[in-house]
């Protein structure tokens, strides 16, 4: 496995690699790796020759009151889980490599990453914009793979690739869970054993929108205020948004007549917490 740190070394490969005409698959991570993200090195091996994965705690991503600095971080560990997962390459560039000190250019779509998350994490998704294009134009993947954990940002890349006419294809994976149904996340190391039981009320209120759903209530503002009071009850849990939105745009829906995607974020003491869920007609 081929460990990169520079843009040099980065390119290089990627040259090699086009010589050769094999197809390369992109995971992009911020590291801290679990079964989530090989899921994703998985998925990309199934569709390419070469695989790269890169992990790089983007700064830009975060709010200046959010967790960069203290965001988990374990190299040695992520390398070999990855080395076990038979990546071809790791691509860990430094801020600087990335944001060089006269950098100014931003990615930012409209409409898409207007709601939800935007709310709370003004600027967020600007980041992952910015971030992501920046290694499509290095790595020149024919597939980039990422989670339907972050089903926002996963809509906007599909729809970044749409409207710059990008050529590679984006692949989503669904979210991997613990046996009890919270979604891994690279930000529950943050978590005691008793907040990992309050959080279970994410996944717990998407199964029950789903349930209720199924049971033939179909208007959202009465299956969210339902799914809310799921969060009343415990005292160390703020909701931040429970939203039922169309799965393709992620527009907010009056009846459920098209699929759509419950999507939550809350958080369990000062974790920040994220999941989400089909419900489909
Ligand atoms: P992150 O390192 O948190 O930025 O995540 C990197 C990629 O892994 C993103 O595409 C995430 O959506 C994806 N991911 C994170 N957690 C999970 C999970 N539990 N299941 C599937 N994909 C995930």
Redesign the pocket.
């Known amino acids: 496995m081929q460990i990169l740190r520079t843009l040099a070394e980065m390119k290089a490969l990627i040259h090699t690699w086009k010589d050769d005409d094999q197809l390369i698959g992109l995971?992009?991570?911020?590291?801290y790796l679990?079964e989530?993200?090989l899921?994703?090195v998985k998925k990309a091996r199934e569709h390419s020759d070469r695989v790269i994965v890169s992990i790089f705690v983007n700064p830009t991503q975060f709010g200046p009151n959010e967790d960069f600095q203290r965001y988990p971080r374990d190299e040695a560990g992520d390398l070999q889980k990855l080395k076990d997962a038979k990546t071809d390459a790791v691509f860990l560039p430094t801020p600087d490599q990335i944001y060089p000190a006269d950098f100014q250019t931003t990615v930012h779509l409209s409409k898409i990453t207007c709601g939800l998350c935007s709310m709370t994490r003004p600027g967020h998704f600007d980041g992952v914009a910015t971030v992501v294009l920046k290694l499509f134009h290095l790595v020149k993947p024919d597939v980039a793979v990422?989670?339907?954990?972050?089903y926002q940002?996963?809509a906007m890349i599909r729809q970044m690739v749409k409207d710059l006419n990008l050529d590679l294809e984006i692949l989503g994976?669904?979210?991997?869970?613990t046996q009890e149904g919270l979604?891994?996340?690279?930000r529950n190391a943050y978590l005691s054993e008793r907040e990992k039981e309050i959080a279970l009320v994410l996944s717990q209120s998407i199964g029950f929108v789903q349930q209720e759903y199924r049971q033939g209530i179909k208007n959202v503002s009465e299956l969210s205020a339902r799914a809310k009071k799921l969060f009343e009850n415990e005292p160390q849990l703020f909701l931040e948004y429970l939203e039922i939105v169309d799965a393709k745009t992620l527009e907010p829906l009056a009846e459920i007549i098209q699929p759509a995607r419950v999507i939550i974020a809350a958080r369990v003491g000062k974790t920040r917490l994220i999941d989400n869920g089909p419900v489909q007609p």
């Open positions: 995971v992009p991570t911020m590291g679990h989530g993200h899921a994703l990422f989670g339907e954990k972050d940002q996963l994976v669904p979210t991997l869970r979604a891994l996340s690279s």
